[in-house]
C-alpha cells in the first residue's frame, strides 16, 4: 500500500490571483493563475490489486461518485493505457476537501492516484515507471488542473490551466507556511455554470492576458505580500447570485484586518491570517453568517 509520504499529498488548493482572459476555440477559456496548495487534504490510500484485476473506489462520503466518471478512476485506466500496468488497485478515499467548492479536491485526488500508481509500479517492477514529467502530461488530459497538484510549491498556471510552472523560490517564500482560513457555506457553485455567465457578460469580464501578466509580474518582482496579489475576476458572477459571499468577505475584512476573497469559481472563501492571529472569533463570525454547517478550517500554504 502506498502511503503520504514522500510530498505529493491530495491537497486542496486556493487561487491567490486569478484572471480569465479570454474564450478559447475549443471552448475552454484561457487563465493567469497563483495557485498554492494546502495541508488541509483528503486522504487516499492504493492497495495494488492481482493482475488482471480491475479498479474500485470506496469513499467515506456517499455523495462522491464510485463510477467511471469519478476522476480517480479516469486517472487509473489512463495510467493503465500509458504505463502497461496489469494489476487492478484498490482505492481508498476518506474526503476531508468539500465538495464543488472551487478547491480542487477531485483533481488533486486524481493526480495523487497516478502519482501513487506509478510508486507501486515502481515497487512490482513489471512495468517501467513512467517520468514525472509523462505523469503530468497525463494529468493534463484527465482535468485542467490537476498537474498542478504534482508540484510541491506554489505555481503559475496558463492555459486552460495545464501550462504549470513553479513561482521562483524566493517569490515563493512570500507564500509558503502562510496561515489560511478556509470556509464554504452549505451551497455549491457549478464550474461550467459560472463560466457561461463569464462569457455572457464578455468583453467586460474578462482580463486581458497582457494585463493579467503585467499584473502578476509587478507582483513577483516586488518584495509585497500575498496579501497584495488578491484577485479574482470570476468573483462578480459568483457574488451577483450568492450574496451571501461578499457580505462575509466584507465583514472580515473590516472586523478583522484581513485579506479575503473567493477560490475558483466557488464557493469557498478563504481569508489570509496573520501568523499570531487568533482564529476563533472569525470562525465563529463565519458560523453566525452561514450556519453551523458551514465548511471552517485552518490550513497552511505549503
Given at each position: 500500500?502506498?502511503?503520504?509520504?514522500?510530498?505529493?499529498?491530495?491537497?486542496?488548493?486556493?487561487?491567490?490571483?486569478?484572471?480569465?482572459?479570454?474564450?478559447?476555440?475549443?471552448?475552454?477559456?484561457?487563465?493567469?493563475?497563483?495557485?498554492?496548495?494546502l495541508?488541509?487534504?483528503?486522504?487516499?490510500?492504493?492497495?495494488?490489486?492481482?493482475?488482471?484485476?480491475?479498479?474500485?473506489?470506496?469513499?467515506?462520503?456517499?455523495?462522491?461518485?464510485?463510477?467511471?466518471?469519478?476522476?480517480?478512476?479516469?486517472?487509473?485506466e489512463?495510467?493503465?493505457?500509458?504505463?502497461?500496468?496489469?494489476?487492478?488497485?484498490?482505492?481508498?478515499?476518506?474526503?476531508?476537501?468539500?465538495?464543488?467548492?472551487?478547491?480542487?479536491?477531485?483533481?488533486?485526488?486524481?493526480?495523487?492516484?497516478?502519482?501513487?500508481l506509478?510508486?507501486?509500479?515502481?515497487?512490482?517492477?513489471?512495468?517501467?515507471?513512467l517520468?514525472?514529467?509523462?505523469?503530468?502530461?497525463?494529468?493534463?488530459?484527465?482535468?485542467?488542473?490537476c498537474?498542478?497538484?504534482?508540484?510541491?510549491?506554489?505555481?503559475?498556471?496558463r492555459?486552460?490551466?495545464?501550462?504549470?510552472?513553479?513561482?521562483?523560490?524566493?517569490?515563493?517564500?512570500?507564500?509558503?507556511?502562510?496561515?489560511?482560513?478556509i470556509?464554504?457555506?452549505?451551497?455549491?457553485?457549478?464550474?461550467?455554470?459560472a463560466?457561461?455567465?463569464?462569457?455572457?457578460?464578455?468583453?467586460e469580464?474578462?482580463?486581458?492576458?497582457?494585463?493579467?501578466?503585467?499584473?502578476?509580474?509587478?507582483?513577483?518582482?516586488?518584495?509585497?505580500?500575498?496579501?497584495?496579489?488578491?484577485?479574482?475576476?470570476?468573483?462578480p458572477?459568483?457574488?451577483?447570485?450568492?450574496?451571501?459571499?461578499?457580505?462575509?468577505?466584507?465583514?472580515?475584512?473590516?472586523?478583522?484586518?484581513?485579506?479575503?476573497?473567493?477560490?475558483?469559481?466557488?464557493?469557498?472563501?478563504?481569508?489570509?491570517?496573520?501568523?499570531?492571529?487568533e482564529?476563533?472569533?472569525?470562525?465563529?463570525?463565519?458560523?453566525?453568517?452561514?450556519?453551523?454547517?458551514?465548511?471552517?478550517?485552518?490550513?497552511?500554504?505549503?
Open positions: 500500500m502506498i502511503k503520504n509520504d514522500f510530498g505529493v499529498y491530495p491537497s486542496a488548493k486556493i487561487n491567490l490571483f486569478l484572471a480569465i482572459t479570454g474564450r478559447r476555440t475549443d471552448g475552454f477559456h484561457d487563465l493567469v493563475s497563483v495557485v498554492a496548495r495541508s488541509l487534504a483528503d486522504d487516499l490510500g492504493i492497495t495494488a490489486g492481482e493482475e488482471g484485476s480491475g479498479f474500485s473506489l470506496t469513499c467515506s462520503d456517499a455523495a462522491v461518485p464510485l463510477d467511471g466518471s469519478n476522476l480517480i478512476l479516469r486517472a487509473a489512463a495510467y493503465r493505457v500509458a504505463s502497461g500496468w496489469k494489476r487492478g488497485a484498490e482505492f481508498i478515499l476518506k474526503k476531508k476537501i468539500p465538495m464543488g467548492a472551487g478547491l480542487g479536491g477531485g483533481s488533486s485526488d486524481a493526480a495523487w492516484a497516478l502519482w501513487g506509478n510508486q507501486l509500479a515502481d515497487n512490482f517492477r513489471e512495468v517501467p515507471k517520468s514525472e514529467a509523462r505523469i503530468e502530461e497525463i494529468a493534463s488530459e484527465i482535468g485542467s488542473d498537474a498542478l497538484f504534482l508540484h510541491r510549491s506554489p505555481v503559475v498556471i492555459g486552460r490551466g495545464e501550462r504549470v510552472s513553479p513561482l521562483p523560490e524566493g517569490v515563493a517564500k512570500r507564500l509558503l507556511k502562510r496561515r489560511v482560513l470556509f464554504k457555506p452549505d451551497v455549491s457553485i457549478n464550474t461550467a455554470w463560466y457561461r455567465q463569464l462569457a455572457a457578460r464578455a468583453p469580464s474578462y482580463l486581458p492576458a497582457e494585463q493579467a501578466e503585467a499584473r502578476l509580474a509587478a507582483w513577483i518582482d516586488s518584495d509585497a505580500p500575498a496579501e497584495d496579489l488578491l484577485f479574482n475576476n470570476m468573483e458572477v459568483a457574488f451577483e447570485k450568492f450574496v451571501a459571499l461578499p457580505v462575509l468577505l466584507a465583514r472580515l475584512r473590516e472586523r478583522f484586518g484581513v485579506a479575503a476573497g473567493m477560490s475558483g469559481s466557488g464557493s469557498a472563501c478563504f481569508a489570509l491570517l496573520r501568523e499570531n492571529q482564529a476563533g472569533e472569525m470562525i465563529e463570525c463565519v458560523r453566525e453568517a452561514w450556519g453551523r454547517d458551514a465548511f471552517v478550517a485552518e490550513a497552511r500554504i505549503l
